[in-house]
């Protein structure tokens, strides 16, 4: 039997309800202000995320043995939707973190520098 449940996958970021709209973009949802430096993303149906402000957040690195990535998340679509889904997060902000990208994945960095992955499923 458990001790606990999944509350919460939290980002540390320098702005928490900038990361939750860039992510409510990404993967649909509502970013809300929970104040005190704390924002949410509410139904997007997935696992639920939070974001925490962090002063003097340094981003992960990708891939670098000598940094800590930290974490990072996988978001599966459809193969056929890559491309697209490709230029919207770009648009958003996003950055890309691997030029030589894999047919089915895609390494990108979110406006606060944490990696995820487009995943072709």
């Not at 800590?68 to 459809?78: A, K, M, R």
């Not at 902000?93 to 030029?99: F, S």
């Amino acid at each position: 039997m458990p001790l606990a449940k999944l509350g919460y996958v939290v980002l540390d970021c320098p702005d928490p309800l900038a990361l939750a709209t860039f992510y409510a973009a990404v993967i649909g949802g509502t970013a809300k202000d929970e104040g005190g430096g704390w924002a949410t993303l509410e139904g997007h149906g997935g696992t639920p995320l939070a974001f925490q402000a962090a002063p003097g957040h340094v981003p992960p690195q990708w891939p670098a043995a000598e940094h800590s990535q930290q974490f990072h998340l996988d978001l599966h679509l459809p193969q056929a939707e890559m491309d697209a889904a490709e230029k919207e997060v770009l648009a958003l902000g996003a950055t890309v973190l691997e030029a030589g990208r894999d047919r089915d994945f895609r390494v990108y960095a979110d406006p606060a520098g944490h990696p995820f992955c487009l995943c072709a499923c």
